[in-house]
């Protein structure tokens, strides 16, 4: 959607808001990192050049022990990543900043943050803030206490990416806010508590509307998750609501469920970057994401 248009819709909806939380668009967004500024002893994925990646399997992968571990210790680092970027919120600070802090923490590590040039996207991480869905680049706006913001950190390291997000409460939020947050939370663990060998995949979008119709709150159908391995994306595609997605869970799968919930409505804009997800009413949204194991007898958080 053009920005000016979205603009003056959200502008109305914004005199009429009595809740405490800033409507935020899209502000200056710094170079992107070069090949040639990736340090020697980072390992890259395929598209770190090109922008394209390559085609992952066209069917669900079973991990052998060998994958499993080694995709273990990359979601490992994400988490890592992601609890720094947690103490380093704060009112003030900008998005950019954020995605300085993944890209040497990652660099550090020996590790290529996945998000940079994946199809293009020009940055090393995700940052949505309040009415940003999902895929937000990071920039100059510096956060606000009242904002809240979604982190979404994947890394590629030996040979495997590791993907997680968490939102985070910027200063004072409203209990509104706060409310969302925790549904967001509890939203991801009623899907992780669908899973098992053996159940179906569609089962995970069906317990997460369960869950939420005790709420005010909806999921943003837009956005699934994901397979995860040797490659970012691939089967299955995870549903975070009701879907006739074919197939069981067996051991050894290994995938991301990541619900995206709204306050307001569960629509979107996608911005002219072709990556920034707005909500069309210009209320918030918060997401939670893990990476899970199926095994012999259930599921295994690897990204806790």
Avoid at 55 to 64: A, E, F, G, L, V
Avoid at 146 to 159: A, L, P, Q
Wanted: aromatic share 8%; glycine share 8%.
């Amino acid at each position: 959607m053009k920005m000016t248009a979205l603009i003056k819709r959200l502008a109305v909806m914004r005199r009429s808001r009595t809740r405490e939380f800033s409507v935020v668009f899209p502000a200056t967004v710094t170079p992107q990192l070069q090949p040639s500024q990736i340090p020697d002893d980072v390992e890259r994925p395929s598209y770190y050049i090109s922008g394209e990646p390559t085609p992952s399997p066209n069917h669900i992968d079973i991990k052998s022990s060998e994958g499993i571990e080694k995709l273990r210790q990359s979601c490992q680092l994400a988490r890592f990543v992601l609890n720094q970027c947690k103490q380093f919120v704060k009112p003030g600070i900008t998005t950019n900043q954020i995605d300085e802090l993944v890209t040497d923490l990652c660099f550090s590590a020996g590790a290529y943050p996945s998000p940079l040039n994946y199809r293009n996207f020009p940055k090393s991480v995700c940052t949505s803030v309040n009415n940003c869905v999902c895929h937000g680049i990071p920039d100059k706006r510096p956060l606000e206490s009242g904002d809240i913001i979604n982190v979404d950190v994947t890394v590629f390291k030996n040979g495997f990416h590791g993907d997680c997000s968490e939102t985070f409460l910027v200063g004072n939020v409203d209990e509104e806010g706060k409310e969302l947050v925790s549904v967001a939370r509890d939203s991801l663990y009623a899907g992780i508590r669908a899973c098992a060998p053996g159940k179906p995949f569609s089962g995970i979008g069906y317990a997460i509307e369960d869950f939420l119709r005790k709420t005010r709150f909806v999921v943003v159908p837009a956005f699934t998750g994901h397979g995860i391995g040797t490659y970012f994306h691939g089967a299955p595609d995870i549903f975070h609501c009701r879907n006739n997605y074919p197939g069981v869970m067996k051991p050894g799968m290994t995938f991301t469920i990541e619900p995206a919930i709204s306050e307001g409505t569960s629509k979107i804009y996608l911005l002219e970057d072709d990556w920034t997800a707005v909500t069309r009413d210009g209320s918030r949204s918060a997401q939670f994401e893990h990476t899970v194991l199926i095994t012999d007898d259930g599921v295994e958080i690897l990204t806790q």
